[in-house]
């Protein structure tokens, strides 16, 4: 148990549409990052969040764009998705530097 | 830039018999290193890290890794694997654990 927790677990959307996922960290971790990991490969940095301010991205459009709350949940939006978008997303929170990641959650884009 | 192989995307290896799994790194500096584990449907735990000082470092479940500056590697043993232990297995690097970038990831089959 990492004390991180994400919802839901799966979901499908069809292309276009809009998706929010949602991650609760460890109480007390001001520090979260998202991760996408497509099917076979490792997780992909897409961004993090410090006391609710970005403080890192990766590689991805600006359709990706998150939310960091005071209680230290977050949130993960995506816009106009497309079929590659489909994979696993993962949150990671940390204070001290080790990142405790939550188990995920997959979308499926048709 | 900064970047993770992983040479092995499966290895099979027998229960009771040693595992090296390999990682060389791309970075202009000694990154933070880090061993990670994946199980089917579950997220990623941290097995091991390295920050500085000895090279040899010891995680969790009685995995080691060991830091070879010279060579850029950072590769995970286990002296004797038990069933287990199959699962995803990510090697990640990082400058101060922000933007972790991870390897492909190696797949680990146990043998009866």
């Known amino acids: 148990e990492t004390g991180v927790t994400q919802s839901p677990t799966h979901l499908i959307k069809t292309r276009g549409q809009q998706v929010t996922l949602r991650c609760s960290s460890q109480s007390g971790h001001n520090t979260v990052s998202w991760y996408q990991q497509a099917l076979g490969q490792g997780p992909q940095f897409i961004f993090q969040?410090?006391?609710?301010?970005?403080?890192g991205r990766g590689n991805f459009p600006p359709r990706f764009s998150g939310l960091q709350f005071p209680n230290y949940s977050s949130e993960l939006n995506v816009n106009a998705l497309e079929l590659d978008d489909s994979a696993l997303y993962l949150c990671?929170?940390?204070?001290?530097?080790?990142?405790?990641f939550g188990e995920g959650s997959r979308l499926t884009v048709l | 830039a900064q970047s993770v192989t992983q040479p092995d995307i499966h290895i099979t290896v027998s229960e009771g018999a040693s595992l090296e799994l390999r990682c060389n790194y791309s970075?202009?500096?000694?990154?933070?290193l880090f061993w990670y584990v994946q199980s089917p449907g579950q997220g990623l735990q941290l097995l091991l890290k390295?920050?500085?000082?000895?090279?040899l470092v010891q995680g969790i479940k009685g995995f080691e890794a060991e830091f070879k500056r010279s060579q850029s590697s950072f590769n995970l043993r286990k002296p004797s694997v038990h069933w287990s232990d199959a699962a995803e297995y990510f090697c990640?690097?990082?400058?101060?654990?922000?933007?972790?970038?991870f390897g492909a990831g190696t797949r680990l089959t146990v043998k009866p």
């Open positions: 970075y202009g500096a000694t990154p933070y």
């Open positions: 990671a929170s940390t204070l001290t530097g080790e990142l405790f």
């Open positions: 969040y410090y006391r609710e301010e970005e403080n």
């Open positions: 390295y920050f500085s000082g000895d090279t």
């Open positions: 990640a690097v990082a400058p101060n654990n922000n933007d972790m970038r």
